[in-house]
């Protein structure tokens, strides 16, 4: 059995951030061999981890990772119990960690199981899941991989608020200029939470329902059918221009839609989004 040294027991308490008798105990397991001694912690706290698993993980925190050419962009959801732990260091690491790994993967979407297996960029060797071990180590909370996505286009820009609940990335078809247009245009939609990019890409049945619902009152108030249809006609338009993000009166540009706004920048279309809220 080899002899079990103070400076060993705290480098591994260091580096995993456990109680030192922890730390002990798996060294000594492992006959000194540290390697081993923190597969051993692992395997303990999966378990812990597997037994919170019913936790319910209603705080958390988004991250946004942009690539270096800035035309591809990842957004992550990660989960926790308590709104203490999700301003912690650790879990914004494990969070950054999340969103920094998956920019590089060939998906759009993906949910916890398939992140999980995903290769991570802070240990070399180590998948997602191997990082969400070693944090739940230190935190003892229930942490969940919600979700993730990336966009690409020509130029991709994101925002994060300042509490850590709401993120949004952005691919637009063009450098803007200045480029300050899109960040405003990141801040528009974590204000506005757009439905779709244009009006044809709305929900064939959200739009059915205000139709109906409007030729419904109309029909109430005795209007003429002619009437009726324009009544429709304008909740229709009305709708769309509340919840297509091209026909969205850009918040921070009065009276202007963010089409226009977007155009006098230089840029036409907006490739795709994505809005990610804790809690939503």
């Not at 400076?7 to 006959?31: D, F, I, W, Y």
Request: glycine share 8%.
């Amino acid at each position: 059995m080899a002899a079990i040294t103070a400076a060993q027991v705290k480098s591994l308490r260091e580096e995993t951030g456990l109680p030192l008798m922890e730390c002990k105990s798996a060294l000594t397991e492992a006959n000194g061999d540290t390697g081993q001694a923190k597969e051993i912690l692992q395997k303990k706290y999966k378990g812990k981890m597997e037994s919170r698993a019913a936790n319910v993980t209603g705080e958390g925190r988004i991250t946004i990772c942009i690539g270096d050419d800035r035309k591809t962009g990842c957004i992550a959801d990660v989960r926790c119990e308590t709104a203490p732990v999700a301003k912690t260091d650790r879990f914004i690491e494990l969070a950054e960690t999340v969103a920094r790994s998956c920019l590089g993967c060939d998906f759009s979407e993906a949910g916890e199981e398939a992140i999980k297996q995903i290769p991570s960029t802070g240990h070399d060797g180590w998948t997602l899941e191997q990082e969400l071990t070693d944090a739940f180590s230190v935190i003892r909370e229930n942490i969940r991989f919600e979700r993730v996505r990336r966009v690409s286009g020509a130029y991709v820009c994101g925002y994060v608020h300042h509490d850590g609940k709401t993120g949004v990335v952005v691919a637009l078809d063009a450098v803007p200029d200045p480029e300050s247009a899109g960040t405003d245009l990141c801040h528009h939609v974590a204000f506005a939470n757009p439905m779709a990019i244009q009006r044809e890409s709305l929900p064939a049945d959200e739009l059915e329902k205000v139709r109906t619902l409007a030729r419904e009152i109309a029909e109430g108030e005795g209007k003429p059918a002619h009437i009726v249809d324009k009544i429709a006609d304008g909740k229709v338009n009305a709708f769309c221009a509340e919840n297509a993000l091209m026909d969205q009166e850009h918040v921070k540009v009065s009276k202007t839609t963010v089409r226009d706004v977007l155009r006098s920048a230089g840029v036409n279309n907006v490739i795709d989004f994505a809005y990610f809220k804790i809690g939503a």
